[in-house]
C-alpha cells in the first residue's frame, strides 16, 4: 500500500493483534496523518476556528449583522500550510483521490456532529467552472460522507473566493439562485470556512423561503 | 500480443504523427498540451486541426495490464486513479504522477502541435570572446561535428570546474545559424537561472527563454530554450539539438518520467548531448561498453588540479549535532577560517539541521545564513554570498552544484550521512577553487567513520588529476 499524499510504502506494524485479526490497511502514512492535523481541543463552537477559547471575533460580528442566521458550522480540520497545499492540488490541479485521505476522521467527525439525517445541500458550481475543474467538490465530500446531496440552488459565474481579498468577499453580491424552498433543517456540506460568506449567502435565502434552520459542514476551518 | 508487450516495455513515440505541416504558430510548435493551455478561442483550434496544424491523440495508453500516461509515461498503477467526471458522465481515468501540470484524463485528448515552424538563422550569433583551452576545444569540435551530423549522441565527461557551459557556445552557434531548434535541460531551477543572463549575453541577438515552475516567461515559442527537465513534459518532437546538463543530478537521475520526457522532447533525428562531472554506474557501463560516445575533460579552465578533500574523524560529532551543536574542534577552525580571505560553504545532511547550525553559528556572531529548497528567498541569498555580503553560506545538497563561488573553503559536517552519495561529494569538493584568482580552497569531510562513497570520491578526484597531469 502507498501513502495516497506522498507515494511512500506504508508497512504495518504486525503485532499478535493484527496478526489475527489483520487491521485496516491506511490509506496515508503517519507522517502525512500528522501534519494533517486534526481541530481536536479547542475551538469556537460557532465556526469550529481552531485554537480558540469562546465564540470567535467573527462569529460576533456575524451575530450582530445577521442573528442566528447560521446555526453552527462544524469542520475536521485546520487549513494549515499542508492542507493548503493538498487542497489546492485536489481542487485546483483535479486529483480527486486525495479526498480519499481525508475520508476516515471526515466520517467521525460527521457521526459525532449530529448532522446525520438533516438533508445535505451542496454547494453549486458556475457550468464554466465545473467543465475545468471535472468534479463538484462539495458532491464529492458529501459522498464521501455517505450521504446523497440535494442541489437545490443555481449559480452565476464569479470570480473564485479565493482570489478575492476579505473585504472584497464580505461585500460580494448573492451569486446563487433558490430553485425551490425546503421547510427542514438542513446542512450545507463544503470544503472551506474561511470568511462563512458563501454559506450565509445560502442561508439567507433559504431562511427568506422559510427553513428553520441552516447550519454547515465543512473539512476545513 | 507479442508486439502490446515490447510497445509497453519500450518507450514508443509512434503516436507522434510524422506530418509536420508548416505554420506560423511559435508557441504551438512542438507542444503536447492539454485543450486548456492552448491559449485560442474554439473556432481557431478547430481551423488548426482541419489543417493538422493540431493534431488530437489519446493521452492516456491502455493495456490489458495496466496503463501508460503520454505525457510523462507514467505506468505506476498507484499513480493512476478514476474519478467521477462531470463532463462526460463517467468514471475516467486519470494520471496523478504529472498532476502538478493539469490534469491528464482518459476521455479528453492530448494536443500535438506540429513541429513544422521555421525558425530563422542567425548569421553570427556568438558574440562571446573569450578563448576557449586545448582540451576545451578538442571537446568543442567534436560536439560542432555531432550538430553538424544531425543525429546521434554524446556524453561529455568534465571535471567541475573546467567550463562546460562555454564548451558549447561553438556548437550552439552551428545550431542557430543552421536555424535549429535547442535545449538545453537541466534537473535544476537554480542552474538555469543561472545560465539564462550568461547565454543571453553571449548570445545577445537570439531569443532565449528560461522555463521552469515559476518562471516569468511561459509560452516556450522561442528557438533556445532553457528548461528544468520537468518543463520538457509539455514538449513532442520540438528539438533539433537537446542538451542536457547534469544527467547525473537529482530529480533527473532515477526518474522515470523525466527520461520519457526529454526523450519525447528530441526530434527523432537529433544530436542528443550529455553533461556531467559525475556520471552514475549506469552511464559508465554505456561508455566502457562503447555505447555512448564521451568525451572527456579532465582539467579545469585555469589549469590547476581539483582541491582533494581532506577526511577528517571525529568521532563526538553526532553528539554536538543532535544538541544542535558543533564539536569545539571544528568551531575553532571555523573561526580561523574566518580570518582568512575566503568565504566559507558549510554543506550539511538535513535542513532541520542546517537551520539549527545557522542560529547556533548567529548567536556566536559569525555572519551567517542559511538556504535550502523551501527557502522562498534562496536565490536572494544566493545572491548576495556571490556579492560577499556575508561571510558563512549554511546549505544542504541542493547547492552541490552548478553554483559558482569565486573563493570559497567547503567544510561537510556529517559526511558519512547517506545523502552524500559519490557524487554529491565530488560535486561539493567542486564547489571550491573555481576561480583562476584562487585556484585552490580546503575541502574538509568531517565525518564519524570513513564511507566507501567518501573513499570513491577522493579516489575519483585523484584520477582525475591524474589524467589531467599527464595531458
Avoid at chain 2, 559519490?422 to 575541502?443: C, H, K, W
Wanted: charged fraction near 25%; glycine fraction near 4%; aromatic fraction near 10%.
Amino acid at each position: 500500500m502507498r501513502c495516497l499524499i506522498c507515494h511512500v510504502e506504508t508497512i504495518p506494524d504486525v503485532t499478535w493483534v493484527t496478526f489475527w485479526k489483520p487491521s485496516v490497511q491506511k490509506k496515508i502514512c503517519q507522517e502525512c496523518e500528522e501534519q494533517m492535523d486534526k481541530i481536536t481541543a479547542s475551538f469556537c463552537p460557532g465556526c469550529h476556528r481552531p485554537g480558540h477559547e469562546g465564540v470567535c471575533h467573527d462569529c460576533e460580528k456575524w451575530e450582530k449583522t445577521n442573528p442566528g442566521l447560521l446555526e453552527r458550522n462544524v469542520a475536521a480540520f485546520p487549513y494549515n500550510e499542508f492542507n493548503k497545499e493538498l487542497v489546492a492540488r485536489w481542487k485546483y490541479r483535479g486529483d480527486f483521490v486525495v479526498l480519499d485521505a481525508y475520508k476516515e476522521h471526515l466520517q467521525n467527525v460527521w457521526l459525532s456532529s449530529f448532522f446525520k439525517g438533516r438533508q445535505v445541500l451542496s454547494v453549486p458550481l458556475s457550468s464554466k467552472r465545473l467543465d475545468e475543474r471535472g468534479f463538484n467538490q462539495s458532491e464529492a465530500i458529501s459522498y464521501a460522507l455517505e450521504e446523497e446531496p440535494f442541489s437545490v440552488f443555481e449559480r452565476s459565474h464569479s470570480e473564485k473566493q479565493s482570489k478575492r481579498g476579505r473585504k472584497d468577499r464580505m461585500q460580494s453580491e448573492n451569486p446563487f439562485r433558490l430553485l425551490h424552498p425546503i421547510s427542514d433543517p438542513v446542512v450545507i456540506v463544503d470544503d472551506i470556512y474561511t470568511t462563512g460568506r458563501t454559506v450565509r449567502h445560502m442561508a439567507s435565502l433559504l431562511k427568506e423561503q422559510g427553513c428553520p434552520s441552516v447550519s454547515s459542514f465543512t473539512i476545513f476551518r | 500480443m507479442f508486439k502490446t508487450v515490447k510497445k509497453y516495455l519500450q518507450k514508443d513515440f509512434s503516436w507522434i504523427p510524422h506530418e509536420n505541416p508548416t505554420h506560423s504558430y511559435p508557441s504551438l510548435t512542438g507542444k503536447l498540451l492539454l485543450r486548456h493551455e492552448i491559449p485560442y478561442e474554439d473556432e481557431i483550434v478547430d481551423q488548426l486541426l482541419a489543417q493538422s496544424i493540431l493534431v488530437k491523440v489519446t493521452s492516456i495508453e491502455s493495456y490489458p495490464w495496466g496503463h501508460r500516461c503520454r505525457r510523462c509515461g507514467n505506468t505506476k498503477s498507484y499513480l493512476f486513479a478514476k474519478m467521477p467526471h462531470a463532463t462526460c458522465g463517467q468514471d475516467c481515468l486519470y494520471c496523478r504522477s504529472c498532476i502538478q501540470m493539469g490534469r491528464v484524463i482518459e476521455c479528453e485528448p492530448l494536443f500535438y502541435g506540429s513541429s513544422g515552424f521555421e525558425w530563422t538563422a542567425h548569421e553570427h550569433p556568438c558574440h562571446w570572446d573569450g578563448d576557449l583551452t586545448i582540451h576545451q576545444q578538442k571537446a568543442a569540435d567534436e560536439l560542432v561535428s555531432l550538430v553538424q551530423k544531425g543525429s546521434g549522441e554524446k556524453l561529455v565527461w568534465a571535471v567541475c570546474g573546467a567550463g562546460k557551459t562555454e564548451i558549447l557556445f561553438p556548437a550552439l552557434t552551428e545550431a542557430l545559424e543552421k536555424g535549429k531548434r535547442i535545449c538545453l535541460a537541466t534537473p535544476r531551477t537554480d542552474v538555469v537561472r543561472e545560465l539564462l543572463p550568461r547565454l543571453q549575453k553571449s548570445f545577445p541577438d537570439v531569443n532565449i527563454q528560461a522555463l521552469y515552475g515559476d518562471s516569468p516567461d511561459k509560452a516556450g515559442d522561442a528557438p533556445f530554450i532553457i528548461a528544468t527537465t520537468h518543463q520538457l513534459l509539455r514538449f513532442a518532437h520540438a528539438f533539433d539539438v537537446m542538451i542536457i546538463d547534469e544527467v547525473d543530478a537529482f530529480p533527473f537521475h532515477n526518474d522515470v518520467s523525466l527520461h520519457y520526457a526529454s526523450e519525447r522532447a528530441a526530434k527523432p533525428q537529433a544530436s542528443t548531448i550529455y553533461l556531467t562531472a559525475t556520471p552514475r554506474k549506469k552511464q559508465k557501463r554505456r561508455i566502457r561498453s562503447k555505447h555512448l560516445p564521451v568525451v572527456f575533460i579532465p582539467q579545469r579552465f585555469h589549469g590547476h588540479p581539483l582541491p582533494v578533500p581532506q577526511l577528517k574523524l571525529t568521532p563526538t560529532l553526532h553528539r554536538y549535532l543532535q544538541k544542535g551543536e558543533l564539536p569545539p574542534k571544528i568551531l575553532q577552525i571555523i573561526v580561523h577560517q574566518q580570518q582568512t580571505k575566503r568565504q566559507l560553504l558549510l554543506f550539511l545532511p538535513s535542513i532541520k539541521i542546517a537551520e539549527q547550525m545557522a542560529s547556533y553559528l548567529k548567536e556566536r556572531n559569525f555572519e551567517v545564513q542559511s538556504v535550502h529548497a523551501e527557502d522562498s528567498q534562496r536565490a536572494e541569498k544566493i545572491q548576495a554570498f556571490r556579492k560577499k555580503e556575508y561571510r558563512v553560506l549554511i546549505t544542504t545538497t541542493i547547492l552541490e552544484r552548478g553554483v559558482t563561488f569565486p573563493s570559497v573553503d567547503v567544510y561537510v559536517i556529517d559526511a558519512g550521512h547517506v545523502v552524500f552519495d559519490e557524487a554529491a561529494l565530488v560535486q561539493i569538493a567542486g564547489r571550491a577553487g573555481r576561480s583562476p584568482d584562487d585556484p585552490t580552497g580546503d575541502v574538509i569531510f568531517y565525518h564519524i567513520g570513513k564511507t566507501d562513497e567518501m573513499l570513491d570520491a577522493v579516489e575519483s578526484i585523484r584520477y582525475m588529476n591524474k589524467l589531467g597531469r599527464k595531458l
